[in-house]
């Protein structure tokens, strides 16, 4: 996870030196990553004072105030409340409502864990992909399919339709998807759906949009591989193309705001921190 730009003046912002420990009830020893979330705890969970944490703990990306510029080991990362030492400081990279992100559809996570997709299929010179689900009819419609592994290795399709049910319609399949096959599925660029990896270093593939919580504002989707410098996804460039070695990512806003059933991330900087 990267920060692009700020929309209000221009660069992004610069890190700032804050107390973090990445677990909430005991001294961290869980490796945090750079480009990982960073949240405040809930103002009224005080047990060992008050200092920055991990944005994937319990509630995920309540209080988002920023991302992580720099790794925290796991080792010597004390509570405010130790007897033994200071609490550790890192750089964080500050969000706000105008600030501009950039995610990965990452392969796997910081950690290594796999972050692609199985379980659909798809007939050569046929036209539609069949996932296992998709959630909400139409919900993909502008996203796009990438095939990672299997004989399509390399393909990708721009999506135009999607009953709901698990059929997505795209352009023509040169070659067949089995059910083994691992996949990206790349949100349209707009999108407010999407899932965060385990790291919160960026997304997991999802083609089910109820699996997606903690929602984004998207802007635009990007492209990059060997021989294509990184640009925006665009159906008449880049639509039915066999391409290795591609990545994927999404430009995005957080609103600052939550709603009632929490879908939404929410800033503590514009929203306040909030309470159990």
Known sequence: MIIVKDLIGGNKPEPILI??????DADSVTLRYAGSFVKLMDIDDVDNGWFFTFGGLVTALENTVGILAEEQEITLN???NSATAGMSTRLMYPIFPSTVL???YTRTDAAGTANTDTGASASAAGTTFTAAATGTADYTIGGWIYMVTGAAAGELHYVTDDNGSGAVTTSA???AVVAADTFLFIWPSCSNHVRWNATYTGFISEIDSSACVKNIQGIMTHIQSPGIPLQPLDKDLHDGLVISNARFFH???FCGATDAASTLVSL???RGQAAA
């Open 19 to 24: 107390h973090y420990n990445g677990t909430l």
């Open 78 to 80: 004390y509570l405010p």
């Open 102 to 104: 950039r995610a990965e």
């Open 173 to 175: 399949w040169t070659n």
């Open 251 to 253: 430009d995005f806003i």
């Open 268 to 270: 503590a900087w514009t």
